[in-house]
Antibody, heavy 122, light 113 residues
Framework: QVQLVESGGGVVQPGRSLRLSCVASGFTFRSFGMHWVRQAPGKGLEWVTVISFDGNNNYYADSVKGRFTISRDNSKNTLYLQMNSLRAEDTAVYYC???????????????WGQGTLVTVSS | QSVLTQPPSVSAAPGQKVTISCSGSSSNIGNNYVSWYLQLPGTAPKLLIYDNNKRPSGIPDRFSGAKSGTSATLGITGLQTGDEADYYCGTWDSSLSADFNWVFGGGTKLTVL
């Protein structure tokens, strides 16, 4: 079945870095744009970033621009999120999600991974 | 403050019908497809409605979506206690001030009384 599994979350101090991974299975990973969406504790959903099917295009929310980097390894069916200069306000569950097509533009997200919790605290 | 506006909460009795609104602007809902997501407590979001009014396979026809102008609506009929969850609308926002930006509503908590 189509599945996304995130990993790499944990507790990190402000200013430090963390890399999240999302392993895809059950579909042709290299054909789809992929997104990261986060949800702070008790809050709503916030889109973070997107990467096109071939990794050549990406876009970021203003809140993470210049600090986060999205990438993918199509040979490993894996999506990454490199998070640098972490802040307390980056504390959230991070979900990876498949877009509706190969480009960065997406009409919907499906499926979503189970999420991985990132806690930024001293 | 979310770009898309949803009521924080709605409630209705089992078996009844409820609607959840999602209000935006011409830079988002007015010119892009809307999707809806269901998030049961402690779980990941799940696609409920896509392209304004289409249901993925496995989603019962008790759930429906509609869009008119810069607003969208999710309808749920025959409410069940298992429908208690948070519901989010989402779409692209193509305003001139943004590169590429996907926006969500603030979410609506459905309580089945």
């Amino acid at each position: 079945q189509v599945q996304l599994v995130e990993s790499g979350g944990g507790v990190v101090q402000p200013g430090r870095s963390l890399r999240l991974s999302c392993v895809a299975s059950g579909f042709t990973f290299r054909s789809f744009g992929m997104h990261w969406v986060r949800q702070a504790p008790g809050k709503g959903l916030e889109w973070v970033t997107v990467i096109s099917f071939d990794g050549n295009n990406n876009y970021y929310a203003d809140s993470v621009k210049g600090r986060f980097t999205i990438s993918r390894d199509n040979s490993k069916n894996t999506l990454y999120l490199q998070m640098n200069s972490l802040r307390a306000e980056d504390t959230a569950v991070y979900y990876c999600a498949r877009g509706s097509g190969g480009s960065c533009y997406s009409r919907w997200f499906d499926p979503w991974g189970q999420g991985t919790l990132v806690t930024v605290s001293s | 403050q979310s770009v898309l506006t949803q009521p924080p909460s709605v409630s209705a009795a089992p078996g009844q019908k409820v609607t959840i609104s999602c209000s935006g602007s011409s830079s988002n809902i007015g010119n892009n497809y809307v999707s809806w997501y269901l998030q049961l407590p402690g779980t990941a979001p799940k696609l409920l409605i896509y392209d304004n009014n289409k249901r993925p396979s496995g989603i019962p026809d008790r759930f429906s979506g509609a869009k008119s102008g810069t607003s969208a609506t999710l309808g749920i009929t025959g409410l069940q206690t298992g429908d208690e969850a948070d519901y989010y609308c989402g779409t692209w926002d193509s305003s001139l001030s943004a590169d590429f930006n996907w926006v969500f509503g603030g979410g609506t908590k459905l309580t089945v009384l």
